[in-house]
């Protein structure tokens, strides 16, 4: 069964320091892997995707997650954190050999502290 | 540039009565869903649809039901509304395939 872990349920970070966001899944096959952002009373918002090749993979507003087979996973990181990016971020996960829907994990609250 | 648009956007219903919500893209999508996101949980699965006139149940279909007559539209029905319906509930479209976009939600609480 396909899955996906967010071990943190919030990340604190001082503006301007870097910052990461935990990811792991489990799936059968090969994975299509997103990143998304709520904002407070929002909708979920697309930051970004793996779909093949390149392993660094580069979003909206600055964010980029990297893809590790070995270590199933994908982190979303920052170079430099904003007090804009204290928000809800959801890691979701397909097998790409599947027509199944996407399995959200259960949200990192981040917090971004002047 | 519409998107998905889902309505209401809040709604508060005394125990036993009905609604539905409604939701709507204008991409052409094939696929659409409904979700509940309740605190602690992430988002949770009610039913999806991958195509008009089709449906299934998600991870949390009890006490749900959903019609899709038009591509475009999805429809989230509650027949006898419960305390335990209280929640957001999010609409999302997709592609064969690809990522999901969402509405901004419809926030319901049941007393």
């Known amino acids: 069964a396909q899955s996906v872990a967010q071990p943190e349920d919030q990340v604190n970070v001082a503006e301007g320091n870097p910052l990461t966001v935990k990811c792991t899944y489990s799936v059968s096959g090969n994975p299509y892997l997103f990143w998304y952002v709520q904002y407070p009373n929002r909708g979920l918002q697309f930051l970004l995707k793996y779909i093949t090749g390149d392993n660094l993979v580069k979003g909206s507003y600055g964010f980029e997650a990297e893809f590790n087979k070995s270590q199933t996973s994908f982190h979303l990181k920052k170079p430099s954190a904003l007090v804009s990016d204290s928000a809800l971020y959801f890691c979701a996960v397909r097998d790409r050999g599947s027509q199944g829907n996407l399995i959200f994990g259960k949200g990192t609250k981040l917090s971004v502290k002047p | 540039n519409a998107g998905v648009t889902q309505t209401p956007k809040f709604r508060v219903l005394k125990t036993g009565q009905s609604m539905t919500l409604l939701c709507a893209q204008d991409?052409?999508?094939?696929?659409m869903y409904w979700y509940r996101q309740d605190p602690g949980m992430g988002l949770r699965l009610i039913h999806y649809s991958v195509g008009e006139g089709t449906t299934a149940k998600g991870e949390v279909p009890d006490g749900y039901n959903v019609s899709r007559l038009k591509k475009q539209n999805f429809l989230l029905g509650l027949e006898s509304a419960a305390p335990s319906q209280t929640s957001v509930y999010f609409c999302?479209?997709?592609?064969?395939?690809?990522?999901?976009?969402f509405g901004s939600g419809t926030r319901l609480t049941v007393v």
């Open positions: 991409m052409n999508h094939e696929y």
């Open positions: 999302a479209s997709s592609r064969t395939g690809g990522g999901y976009t």
